[in-house]
């Protein structure tokens, strides 16, 4: 053998060796990922995450943390994975509201919907109750739109803010039934249910679970449910469908959102395991029993649902003169 043909032997033999001790690249995820919630810690949507995290963490080797960030409408949480790294280590707890409804309320948003998020998968939705107080002589939906339409304005509706789902559900109710109430927002749920409860709002599209014990004590009379379907949870209340009122449909859904630019494979990896997650009886079964729906949809489902129902709100706000700063 030449002498040039011995080094040359050596230097792959050397190179070979050099790339042996070098590990190989591991399959997406390496490290623990974060999913951000736009709530605060022990809301209802911390149960949901918490199992699917476990479920998904498990799937993919790697814990899932959950951080809370709420505030601004969801805007705090949305704008950090907006800003976050695209390497699939932050994913977002999409809340409908804030892809549907912030843009066409707030002036000014520190995220674009159309821009800054790359879906993952369709999660799971939740419904409301239409309760009364006891106090107003209504014991189903057409007779609170008679009484309402005989006395324009003399009802409160009380809601968890401006653009809250709460509140678009009272106005959405108000437009399709052409009646009148006054709106009174309040700092969460919580408030405004209390509120029904005490007398000082009369009306409420409010969370089944919040109102389920006011329900029960007979503090708050239910008149039907928003959903496509009954309620497990509440079987013999009628949908608004049912109640007289059809193609009203008020529903509050949850997707799983990466920042914009994060790679495909990635992606893919997340929509696999988190609809293999979705499906199993260890989420499945909790979520139902909290009155959720599992959905388990690809990215296009959530982009549908975004063109939908943000194209529905948009004339709803519109037409009720909604602002926001």
Do not use: C
Not at 46 to 66: E, M, S, T, Y
């Amino acid at each position: 053998m030449s002498t040039w043909s011995s080094r040359a032997l050596g230097a792959v033999v050397a190179l070979a060796a050099t790339f042996s001790l070098i590990p190989a690249h591991a399959e997406y995820p390496e490290q623990p990922i974060k999913l951000v919630l736009p709530f605060p810690p022990g809301g209802e949507t911390d149960p949901f995450a918490r199992n699917l995290g476990g479920a998904l963490g498990k799937a993919l080797g790697q814990p899932i943390v959950i951080e809370n960030k709420p505030g601004a409408g969801g805007a705090i949480a949305f704008e950090a994975v907006a800003r976050a790294p695209k390497d699939g280590y932050t994913l977002l707890m999409g809340f409908s509201y804030p892809l549907v409804v912030n843009p066409h309320v707030y002036k000014k948003l520190p995220y674009s919907v159309e821009n800054d998020y790359a879906p993952v998968a369709l999660l799971a939705e939740g419904q409301f109750v239409l309760v009364v107080n006891p106090d107003v002589p209504a014991k189903s939906v057409s007779e609170l739109i008679a009484y309402l339409k005989a006395n324009p304005g003399k009802l409160n509706y009380s809601s968890a803010g401006i653009g809250s789902p709460l509140h678009m559900a009272g106005e959405l109710f108000m437009a399709r039934t052409g009646t009148r109430m006054v709106h009174v927002p309040y700092k969460g749920g919580a408030d405004a249910a209390r509120a029904l409860v005490s007398g000082d709002v009369q009306v409420l599209i409010g969370s089944p679970a919040t109102l389920g014990p006011s329900i029960s004590a007979g503090k708050a009379r239910p008149l039907a449910v928003t959903g496509p379907k009954r309620l497990a949870t509440m079987p013999d209340m009628p949908t608004m469908s049912e109640a007289g009122l059809p193609g009203y449909e008020v529903t509050a859904w949850h997707s799983l959102l990466a920042p914009a630019g994060t790679p495909q494979p990635v992606l893919d990896r997340l929509q696999r395991e988190t609809l293999k997650a979705l499906n199993s009886p260890e989420v499945r079964e909790p979520t139902e029993k909290q009155g959720l729906s599992i959905l388990a949809g690809p990215p296009e489902a959530v982009k549908n649902r975004i063109s939908t129902e943000s194209a529905m709100w948009a004339k709803v706000i519109k037409d009720a003169g909604i602002t926001a700063d």
